[in-house]
């Protein structure tokens, strides 16, 4: 087992540093202006907990 685990733990070492590279050499990316999404976020969030009975009053709970 141990003539096994040598090569192995060479080769386990030395292949990410072979795959350095392997593209060409290493490019900047370009510069992108900031685009324009079109989402709008509003609203409001409530978190908490609450005891006792539901409430169903009819009209939703304003924040």
């Known amino acids: 087992m141990n003539l096994l685990l040598k090569p192995a733990l060479a080769l386990a070492l030395i292949a990410p540093l ?28 409530k978190a908490g907990v609450v005891a006792g009975p539901p409430v169903t009053s009819g009209s939703p709970a304003r924040c």
């Open 18 to 45: 072979a795959a350095c590279g392997a593209d060409g050499a290493p490019v900047a990316p370009t510069r992108m202006d900031t685009p324009a999404t079109g989402i709008t976020l509003s609203g409001c969030v």
